[in-house]
């Protein structure tokens, strides 16, 4: 693919922003611009501008109509400028390209099909209605390299020493600064020796020292609660990005199994074609 397929736009904005004419009945065909006979249409115009990058699309359509209606004629007096007959690269990319669109374009009705307002409650109905609360945790722990250091520790917690104190002063790890705080978290997210413990504290028990593969653990379970299920709207988008990979997966299996698809015998074709533009060039 050439390198100046995604052509700047710079040249074309300096030439200024003229607005352009408001015309009856605009469809995709309709004629913006004609160059050596050959048509520049409004469907051509919108599909630029999506394949823009985002500091330009961003930007407001009678700023950017006349810079992408430039682009569109610069590409294509350059075009002209190149025997008619495509080269064997352009063949080759104009397929993959609209292999490309086309899978696309499936790919989207999928989608399209898959989330609906109806997907959605029904997949969140599945997941949460019928779900056991989940049990949260909110632990401390002050974290040091021996047993004999944990030891000490837990040994001035026993004598009145502010835990939050010791953390800081003490540990090791990245929540010391914090008081060794270490927030609210569930069953499977801390490492198994140290939830093991966590599980057995009662609010405001301090364990004995826990070694994980991090160090020597001294902890303190500040509090725990059950977390009810989400509403709907705090978790759509996970739902939906849920339901589009499933579309997505499901239309290229369903597919792929209804296709013949026959390779070519393996060790056939060198693998090192992959890099050889030799092939490609006429």
Known sequence: MSKYRNFSLTAAFLVGFALPAVAAEINADTVVATVNGVDITVGQMILTRE???EQYRSL????????VLDQLIQQTVLSQSVPKENS?????ALENELRTLRAGEALDAAIASAITDDAVQAAYDEKYSNAEPTKEYNASHILVDTEDEAKAIRKELDEGAVFADLAKEKSTGPSGSNGGELGWFSK???VKEFEDVVLTLEKGQISDPVKTRFGWHVIILNDSRFKAAPPLEEVRAEIEAKLEQDAISGVIKALTEKATVVR?????IPTSVLSDQSLITN
């Open 188 to 190: 499977g997210m801390m």
């Open 51 to 53: 394949a823009l990058p």
């Open 60 to 67: 407001p359509d009678d700023v950017l109509y006349e810079g």
């Open 264 to 268: 070519t015998k393996d060790g056939s």
């Open 88 to 92: 064997n690269r352009v063949n080759i």
